[in-house]
Structure formats: structure tokens, C-alpha cells
Nanobody
Framework: QVQWVESGGGLVQAGGSLRLSCAASGRTFIGFAVGWFRQAPGKEREVVAAISWSGARTRYADSVKGRFTISRDNAKNTVYLQMNELKPEDTAVYYC???????????????????WGQGTQVTVSS
């Protein structure tokens, strides 16, 4: 069974940066696209960014374009989310998940995910 381990969250002031990491145990990411999602209180879980298994393709939500960068290191079975110019509206619990449908399928939504990790809390103060 896959276990997702997200880390790197924390409290940061608006305009600051954080780098999230996502590692999978029990199964490799190889061959699958991976996405970062977030869920704010009272809101639905939304996709923030996605990356193909090769890393050649990426996709971002409009709200984070130009500020967030997704990347992956398949040798380490780890996916990253570099978040810059953070805003209070970025406050949420962030999750990662693989797209079990394959290397790259668009769109990649939360309903396409079979299992979730605990997530990592990101709080941006104004």
C-alpha cells in the first residue's frame, strides 16, 4: 500500500517562500504523473500543480502560475513544490498524490486520486 509523506509546510509571512516535499513509500512514482493539491477550511480540495512522470510536462492552477514550481527527482522517488510570493489565500493543507491512470492525463483532479496522505499545513500570515 502506498503511503504519502508530505513535508515542508509551516508558517510564513506574505511574500515569503516554502518548499514542499512529497515522498512515497511502498510504491514508486515511476510511470505516473504526480500532483499537488490543497484544501482550505470550508473549501473543496483543488489541484495546484501537476507534473508528468518524465518531468517534461507541467500544469498549474491559474492562481499559482508564475509563483509555484513543481519538480520531481525520480531517483529519489520525491516530488517538490517550490512556493514563492506566498499570499494569505495560499493557506491550506497541501497534499500530493500520483495519478494512477498513467504518465500524463489532463485534467488531473482530486476525484482521480485513490488515496491521500496526511498532508502538510501551510499558513501564510498577512
Amino acid at each position: 500500500q502506498v503511503q504519502w509523506v508530505e513535508s515542508g509546510g509551516g508558517l510564513v509571512q506574505a511574500g515569503g517562500s516554502l518548499r514542499l516535499s512529497c515522498a512515497a513509500s511502498g510504491r514508486t512514482f515511476i510511470g505516473f504523473a504526480v500532483g499537488w493539491f490543497r484544501q482550505a477550511p470550508g473549501k473543496e480540495r483543488e489541484v495546484v500543480a501537476a507534473i508528468s512522470w518524465s518531468g517534461a510536462r507541467t500544469r498549474y492552477a491559474d492562481s499559482v502560475k508564475g509563483r509555484f514550481t513543481i519538480s520531481r527527482d525520480n531517483a529519489k522517488n520525491t516530488v517538490y513544490l517550490q512556493m514563492n510570493e506566498l499570499k494569505p489565500e495560499d493557506t491550506a493543507v497541501y497534499y500530493c498524490a500520483a495519478d494512477g491512470r498513467g504518465p500524463w492525463t489532463v485534467p488531473f483532479e482530486s476525484t482521480d486520486v485513490g488515496s491521500w496522505g496526511q498532508g502538510t499545513q501551510v499558513t501564510v500570515s498577512s
